[in-house]
């Protein structure tokens, strides 16, 4: 079976040397993008088939390159594919939508012949067995992405969002070298078998919780590791931010997943309260930041931040529940976790791909020149409404399942024994549904400014509706956000394989439940039937329909719009989203962004124009990243004296540091 994954592999890579051939050609885009989901297709079919047969045997494969007497390690177990069904499944709309929405690039040799790699890099980190293969797979995905990242390197900010992506993946790429370090230190190889079954000691296990935190969280977009995903996310084409933002992010899961639930041993109870802190910390942080956001795909984007923290606020628990010996309360928490990695990347591929379709139709992006799409773009303005709501996480839409998940797995946190634990889960608790309520605040923002009201500018008046690809690709992942909000019990199901071996236990079987409901504890503290809220919301608005064209006047009236007393019909006179978030932010802007706000009124009978100024801050960026921006420069120029010595003081430089090493291994203990 891997070497079947890795025969798709290969042919990722052959259709990379392909687009580079056939970039310029007119049907050369829509050859590799529809031969990538093909490929895509048929790897996703065949995860799902080892998914469902997950409790067979883990199938293995060692190929003679890579490390000398250790060679290359491939594995497919149910968690590998799990993931393998994200990556592939998104990889899959993706090249849907490109195969349509891609025949627009004007430079398309920037992007073919990486398109293919990234896929082909996503899935080798997934299929990777040992720490070199895995290493080496996980360098190469973020090599190729930030190729892709920089496809539009002539747009103002892509060369920094580039650079910043590039050091942010350098970073995490050495924390997970040091946490692999460590794991095999102790047994003197970096195969992953040899790491499971001979765990290091609680000091050095703690010391690879963090390091592994720092290089998958990097990667993923903790806080206060995000400040790339803000950045490159928007930089890079649309349906290549929707692989970054849902299925780039999830590898990254994966790999933090691995290695502390596989390869790390039994946790210790505190292990559960970092990856809690910052997990609630993340989805704070992340939604507050996307709604102070004008720019629709930098807004997404943020919100990507706010969902990995959700995520990780599962992973937590489940380390919490499973220190403790509660291996039920561990299974609910970890298949929410894993439940809501599928739904985001449904859901925030829809969402990019409807913010690409609005750029494609536009030329647009900042949410102020936008409005009155829904007339235009109705199918497209039906999509992006349909992934706000699951992104909002509205019943009975797929984002609700996964978060009452999480929130019942919260509500077992007072039968933890440890004191911290039984403070920080209630906590992150609220924090959760806080972030919750801002999420449906900023999406009601999102969809409002973008397609409601008048257009307020000459392109989102002029926009039409794209192209039936993209049309087809948006609207299978609403049918897939909703059949996964309305039948969770079979994913649930289906995740099985996939938790128990790393949570110690399992859910009960939700398929067998009558009318299709989900119990994750007991029927008597909580249940959930999607399908029947499902059906009472479509009778509710049936019934309402059929009222108001029964009861209501025939009579056709037309007037003016409502314009608060202002007979100017202009869209100036329109709500904006600077002026949605500004209660949003006067609450928590001085916290959080440092906020400020200033007005220039003129005085009676001047004619000139008023002037309304907010500037907000990025404290994160300021206090960290900014210092060690200035302090790298600073080392760097002083450094810059190096490359003028002479020979006699580069041997002279060489024999000081290798008696300096020399002596450090001598005293060392």
């Given at each position: 079976m891997p070497?079947?994954f890795?025969?798709?592999?290969a042919a990722f890579?052959a259709l990379?040397?392909a687009?580079?051939a056939?970039a ?5 885009p829509p050859?590799?993008y529809?031969?990538?989901?093909g490929?895509a297709?048929?790897?996703c079919?065949?995860?799902?088939y080892v998914l469902?047969a997950?409790s067979g045997?883990?199938l ?5 390159l890579?490390?000398?007497r ?11 594919a ?10 899959c709309a993706?090249s ?9 690039e004007?430079?398309?040799?920037r992007?073919?012949p990486?398109?293919?790699l990234?896929l082909?890099g ?5 299929l ?8 080496l797979?996980?360098?190469f995905?973020?090599l ?8 539009h390197h ?10 910043v992506?590039?050091?942010m ?6 924390m997970?070298?040091?946490a ?10 970096y ?7 001979s ?5 050095v296990a703690?010391i690879?919780?963090?390091?592994a ?7 993923a977009g903790?806080v206060p590791?995000?400040?790339?995903l803000?950045?490159?996310h928007?930089a ?5 931010s ?5 299925v780039?992010t999830?590898?990254a899961?994966y790999?933090?997943?691995?290695i502390v ?5 039994p946790p210790e109870w505190w292990w559960?309260?970092p990856?809690l802190?910052l997990g609630g910390l993340t989805?704070v942080?992340?939604v507050?930041?996307a709604l ?8 997404l984007?943020y919100?990507t ?11 937590g628990?489940a380390?919490a ?7 039920a309360?561990a ?7 894993l439940?809501?990695v599928l ?7 829809l969402l990019?791909?409807?913010a ?8 647009e992006?900042?949410m102020e020149?936008l409005?009155?799409?829904i007339?235009t ?6 999509a992006?409404?349909?992934?706000s709501a699951?992104i ?5 839409l797929?984002g ?11 509500l077992l946190s007072?039968?933890?024994p ?12 609220a ?5 919750a309520a ?11 400014i ?8 000459p392109?989102?008046m ?9 049309l087809?690709a948006m ?10 909000g309305?039948?969770?019990g079979f ?5 099985v394989?996939?938790v128990?071996?790393?949570a110690g236990?399992r859910?009960p079987v ?6 299709l ?13 999607p399908?029947?809220?499902?059906v009472?919301i479509a009778a509710?608005?049936?019934l ?7 009861w209501a006047s ?7 719009a409502?314009?608060?007393?202002f007979p100017d ?9 600077a002026?949605f ?13 440092r906020?400020h706000?200033s007005?220039d009124m003129p ?13 907000v801050?990025?404290l ?10 200035v ?10 004296v190096v490359?003028?010595l ?11 540091t290798l ?5 450090a291994?001598?005293v060392a203990?």
């Amino acid at each position: 079976m891997p070497a079947l994954f890795l025969a798709g592999i290969a042919a990722f890579l052959a259709l990379g040397v392909a687009g580079l051939a056939v970039a310029r050609y007119e049907n050369g885009p829509p050859a590799i993008y529809g031969a990538a989901g093909g490929l895509a297709a048929l790897l996703c079919v065949l995860a799902g088939y080892v998914l469902a047969a997950a409790s067979g045997p883990s199938l293995e494969l060692v190929l003679p390159l890579g490390l000398p007497r250790i060679g290359a390690h491939f594995r497919v177990d149910a968690l590998s594919a799990a993931f393998l069904v994200v990556v592939n499944l998104g990889a899959c709309a993706a090249s849907l939508f490109a195969f349509g929405n891609g025949r627009g690039e004007r430079e398309p040799e920037r992007i073919l012949p990486f398109y293919p790699l990234f896929l082909a890099g996503m899935n080798l980190v997934v299929l990777a067995a040992d720490a070199f293969t895995f290493l080496l797979a996980w360098e190469f995905m973020s090599l190729v992405s930030w190729a892709l990242v920089l496809a539009h390197h002539r747009a103002a900010g892509n060369v920094r969002a580039g650079y910043v992506y590039l050091m942010m993946a350098g970073f995490g790429t050495l924390m997970l070298l040091l946490a692999f370090g460590l794991l095999a230190g102790h047994v003197g190889t970096y195969e992953f078998a040899m790491m499971r079954v001979s765990a290091p000691g609680p000091r050095v296990a703690g010391i690879v919780l963090v390091l592994a935190l720092l290089g998958a969280g990097s990667k993923a977009g903790l806080v206060p590791l995000h400040v790339w995903l803000p950045l490159a996310h928007p930089a890079a084409p649309s349906h290549v931010s929707a692989l970054m933002s849902g299925v780039m992010t999830k590898v990254a899961v994966y790999g933090f997943v691995r290695i502390v639930f596989d390869l790390l041993g039994p946790p210790e109870w505190w292990w559960g309260m970092p990856v809690l802190a910052l997990g609630g910390l993340t989805a704070v942080l992340g939604v507050l930041y996307a709604l102070m956001q004008h720019d629709l795909k930098r807004l997404l984007a943020y919100h990507t931040v706010e969902n990995i923290g959700i995520i990780f606020t599962g992973l937590g628990l489940a380390l919490a529940f499973k220190a403790n010996f509660m291996q039920a309360a561990a299974a609910l928490a970890l298949t929410a976790a894993l439940f809501h990695v599928l739904n985001h990347m449904l859901f925030k591929s829809l969402l990019f791909f409807g913010a690409g379709a609005v750029l494609a139709a536009t030329g647009e992006r900042d949410m102020e020149r936008l409005g009155g799409l829904i007339s235009t773009m109705p199918l497209t303005a039906f999509a992006f409404l349909a992934g706000s709501a699951a992104i909002s996480a509205l019943p009975p839409l797929n984002g609700f399942a996964s978060e009452w998940l999480i929130f019942q797995a919260i509500l077992l946190s007072p039968t933890l024994p440890q004191w911290g634990l039984k403070l920080i889960v209630p906590a992150i608790g609220a924090m959760l549904a806080l972030a919750a309520a801002l999420a449906a605040a900023c999406f009601v923002k999102a969809f409002g400014i973008t397609f409601l009201g008048r257009p307020r500018s000459p392109a989102a008046m002029s926009a039409r509706e794209v192209d039936g690809f993209s049309l087809a690709a948006m609207l299978a992942l609403v049918a897939l956000c909703v059949l996964c909000g309305i039948l969770p019990g079979f994913v649930i199901d289906a995740l099985v394989g996939v938790v128990q071996p790393l949570a110690g236990g399992r859910m009960p079987v939700q398929s067998d439940i009558p009318w299709l409901s989900i119990v994750p504890v007991e029927e008597a503290r909580s249940s959930y039937n999607p399908l029947l809220v499902f059906v009472f919301i479509a009778a509710a608005g049936w019934l309402s329909a059929i009222a108001v064209h029964r009861w209501a006047s025939r009579a056709v009236r037309r007037g003016p719009a409502w314009d608060c007393g202002f007979p100017d019909p202009s869209p100036r006179t329109e709500y904006t989203a600077a002026s949605f978030a500004q209660p949003i932010r006067r609450v928590f802007g001085t916290l959080v962004f440092r906020a400020h706000e200033s007005v220039d009124m003129p005085a009676p009978g001047e004619m000139r124009p008023a002037r309304f100024d907010v500037v907000v801050r990025d404290l994160i960026w300021d206090g960290l990243y900014a210092p060690i921006s200035v302090a790298v420069g600073t080392v760097a120029t002083r450094l810059n004296v190096v490359q003028s010595l002479t020979i006699r003081r580069y041997l002279a430089l060489v024999f000081v540091t290798l008696v300096g090493l020399l002596a450090a291994l001598a005293v060392a203990p």
